[in-house]
């Protein structure tokens, strides 16, 4: 009556990985574009600019992110919007990957020495030029560690996609879970196939991490 | 559970006129039950609560075993702790309240969300534990042998409470985060507030009123965590600096 856990079945959770790497990767890509924006925001002298950054990063960091998928899931539908977990999804990760990468990016844009603003000033150069030629490249350094940090954390919450319907791997691991009923096998499949993507990208945020400070430290 | 969520997402569907911005919010279903709400945050608070002491229990022997102990116990710490953070909670849960039933350990919901929350926050914290006992200076050790404290002593007001003090707001942190990760045990039917608002979803058909209250609840149980942890730490670590 139940099917075993075999090649098959294995290949099914495997072609499901295609759809969590594309959700983190259009997640990631909108968040790089909207925590650009968020950080840019957050670190404005205008508190126009500034306060509605803080609020958004506030939100976003102290809500769970199950229900800001849940309230985009259902708030798409309010706006005339149908209802369809990829869309959903991508909107609510973006989202959220655009709040947590403008406040990770902040800390990298203020990690940037005092005197960096100062001497570009000096030299008269505007808002574009300082922050594309002088502050930027330097902030980016700092930001690689902590955002490949983050795209782990984003690459793990893309299983709650899940739960509102989009199929990826979790949702591949559940469905054959219920053929098969070997939770045990299923799930440490699935499971290892996340530390596989995640393990890797852990390590090099962290050899990244250690290579910055002992640059700091010379 | 899967039928839970199949429902969960077909239940709005028929309900919903697309109205565009013409949608008028009915909040009167969400505060009706608004005391089915409050009855799930006092089981995400326990949760938390549960999960920040037997977190702690988890965290402290790793970290010292990752430091301090012989090849193969740190090995054991670090495979523990990689395989905690590399995966996602939710694959957690599964694993234990759907997994360990087969190896002849089973939980009901809440105590499986317990027992996932404990094992994933003890990961995490293990971690910032270890850098906490990383930073105390050896020389502060021996100082504190030189004025004549005891064993445990030295432990206790020398390694810990320094340790402790340094890692403090990214250990709260983690905390709250893990208040907001609980959220998800919803999904393996645990009474949580986020399944409190599950079921009255599914009863009033007011999903995005009932998410967007839920959400305000969230958020205001994180807001007063931090609030609590920012008052203890002071009162806790108020003496000055080293340096």
């Known amino acids: 009556m139940f099917r075993t856990f075999g090649f098959e079945e294995f290949w099914f959770i495997l072609l499901a990985l295609r759809w969590t790497i594309a959700l983190t990767a259009i997640a990631f890509a909108g968040g790089m574009v909207g925590g650009l924006v968020v950080a840019l925001a957050r670190t404005s002298a205008l508190p126009m600019l500034r306060y509605p950054a803080v609020a958004l990063i506030r939100v976003f960091q102290g809500t769970p992110l199950l229900m800001q998928l849940f309230l985009v899931f259902f708030g798409l539908n309010l706006f005339g919007f149908k209802i369809d977990p990829w869309f959903a999804a991508a909107a609510a990760f973006t989202l959220h990957a655009s709040a947590f990468l403008g406040e990770i990016w902040r800390g990298c844009i203020e990690a940037v020495p005092r005197g960096q603003f100062e001497a570009s000033w000096a030299l008269g150069l505007g808002y574009k030029d300082r922050n594309v030629s002088v502050i930027l490249p330097q902030a980016a350094r700092i930001a690689v560690a902590p955002t490949v940090g983050f795209l782990v954390q984003l690459l793990k919450g893309t299983s709650l996609a899940s739960i509102i319907g989009f199929i990826e791997i979790t949702r591949a691991g559940q469905v054959v879970n219920n053929m098969t009923f070997q939770p045990m096998v299923v799930f440490s499949v699935v499971a290892a196939m996340y530390f596989a993507l995640c393990w890797p990208l852990s390590l090099f945020a962290k050899r990244m991490e250690r290579q910055f400070s002992k640059a700091l430290a010379r | ?243």
């Not at chain 2, 949608?23 to 995400?44: K, M, R, S």
């Not at chain 2, 740190?74 to 849960?93: D, G, H, K, M, V």
């Not at chain 2, 020398?158 to 003090?165: E, H, L």
């Open chain 2, 1 to 243: 559970m899967d039928q839970g969520i199949t429902v969960l997402c077909r239940s709005v569907i028929p309900t919903r006129r697309a109205v565009g911005v013409l949608y008028t919010f009915n909040f009167a279903p969400v505060f009706e039950n608004f005391d089915q709400l409050l009855i799930g945050a006092v089981l995400t608070m326990q949760l938390t609560v549960g999960g920040i002491v037997f977190g702690s229990l988890i965290a402290v022997p790793v970290a010292a075993a990752k430091i301090y102990g012989a090849a193969p116990l740190r090995w054991l710490a670090s495979a523990y702790i990689e395989a905690i953070r590399n995966t996602p909670f939710l694959i957690q849960i599964f694993f234990v309240y759907f997994a360990l039933p087969s190896v002849g350990l089973r939980f009901d919901p809440n105590s499986a969300a317990l027992v996932a929350l404990s094992v994933n926050v003890g990961a995490y914290s293990a971690e910032i534990v270890r850098a906490g006992l990383l930073a105390i200076n050896l020389g502060q050790i021996e100082a504190g042998k030189a004025l004549g404290l005891g064993g445990f002593q030295v432990f206790r007001y020398v390694i810990f409470k320094p340790a402790i003090r340094a890692i403090y707001p990214a250990l709260t942190s983690q905390f709250v985060y893990l208040m907001l990760t609980s959220s998800v045990v919803s999904v393996i039917s645990a009474t949580d507030l986020a399944a409190a608002g599950n079921n009255i979803q599914l009863n009033t058909f007011a999903a995005f009123e009932v998410y967007l209250v839920v959400t305000a609840i969230y958020f205001a149980l994180s807001l007063f965590l931090s609030f609590i942890f920012s008052v203890f730490g002071r009162w806790a670590f108020n003496y000055p600096m080293a340096r």
